[in-house]
């Protein structure tokens, strides 16, 4: 059995596509999946199931949130291993500076890391830091020039609709919980 994260895009922001955590958790639970766990209200479950195919289960998991709730959100799946294994290989800088933000992004299929580098563009090295490895790309930012960055500046455009992201201490909380139930 394999255990799971599913990162919904985009649930519970600013008062859009509101789903209670309560009931997402029921509802991967008559989903079939074992040890549903939810962490804070920006649509984080993990979760253990026999299913492998992730291009299958993502599809179902959509659909089944789209019957749901009438939302159509798109989700990432990463497994707890694959995700601790991208945690391994962060680049030495990031969740390093306490004055700059760390956030993880994660390309949400059929997406690929290289087509989000294509629409971001160059970066801005005097203001930001991007890598990657596998499906997470690794983005730092001084807090003071934040908003001078190639990366902050992709809300509201389309590449911003093919990921999800979420900062250094949710995905180290998320993976220490998917960890400590297997």
């Known amino acids: 059995m394999e255990r799971y994260i599913a990162l919904l895009r985009g649930v519970n922001v600013g008062g859009n596509n509101t789903i209670s955590m309560k009931a997402l958790k029921a509802l991967f639970e008559n989903c079939g999946f074992y040890e549903v766990l939810t962490y804070i209200n ?6 253990s199931c026999e299913e492998s195919d992730l291009v299958a289960l993502k599809t179902r998991l959509e659909a089944s949130i789209f019957e749901s ?3 159509n959100i798109p989700l990432m799946l990463i497994s707890a291993q694959e995700l601790r294994q991208a945690l391994n290989n962060s680049p030495t800088w990031w969740d390093e500076d306490e004055g700059s933000k ?10 690929s890391v290289e087509e989000i580098f294509a629409q971001v563009g160059a970066i801005k090295p005097e203001y930001e830091k991007v890598g990657f490895y596998g499906k997470v790309i690794f983005w730092s930012a001084p807090l003071n020039t934040f908003s001078k960055t ?10 911003y609709e093919q990921v999800t992201i979420r900062n250094a201490n ?5 993976l220490k919980l998917a960890l400590t139930s297997e």
Request: aromatic share 14%; net charge positive.
């Open 170 to 174: 949710t995905i180290k909380k998320l």
């Open 42 to 47: 920006s649509g984080n479950i993990i979760f």
């Open 102 to 111: 760390h956030n993880a992004i994660f390309v949400i299929p059929p997406f």
């Open 69 to 71: 709730f009438g939302l």
């Open 150 to 159: 190639r990366w902050s500046k992709i809300v509201g455009t389309a590449v």
